[in-house]
């Protein structure tokens, strides 16, 4: 992906300590993670991300959702973190880690599948 295109996602970030970046599924947004962000402060620096947005096109894929999150983690000055994925949130972390795996020390799947699939779950 083209860095025009990426929009860094809107996040919230709390606590001090070693990083969790927290993505969402689909129809998540930043505040899907607030009880996480609230519990987890105090031993960890957090973050809470919505999805990446950037213009719309054909050509878009869960590895244009990873670039977007390694770019918050540049902006973040952030060098590795564990990064928890739901749902699609699930395939961005399992891309960022096909795809930069330098960057993760760690990776939690929630609710997640390998793959997107049109048609269902065949």
């Known amino acids: 992906m083209t860095g025009e295109r990426c929009v860094l996602p809107e996040y919230m970030e709390a606590g ?3 990083p969790l970046i927290f993505i969402p599924g689909m129809e998540g947004a930043k ?3 607030r009880p996480q962000v ?3 402060s105090d031993a ?3 973050i809470a991300t919505g999805l990446p947005v950037w213009k719309p096109c054909l050509e878009s894929s869960v590895a244009d ?3 977007c999150v390694t770019a918050l983690m540049d902006e ?3 060098d590795k973190a564990v990064v928890v994925g739901e749902s699609f949130g699930g395939m961005v972390t399992q ?3 096909l795809s930069n795996p330098q960057r993760l020390s760690g990776i939690i799947l929630c609710n997640t599948m390998d793959r997107p ?3 269902g779950f065949g």
């Open 16 to 18: 001090k300590g070693k």
């Open 31 to 33: 505040e899907f993670w």
């Open 38 to 40: 609230e519990g987890l």
């Open 44 to 46: 960890y620096r957090v």
């Open 65 to 67: 959702c990873a670039g």
């Open 76 to 78: 973040l000055e952030m």
């Open 95 to 97: 891309e960022l880690a």
């Open 117 to 119: 699939r049109r048609g």
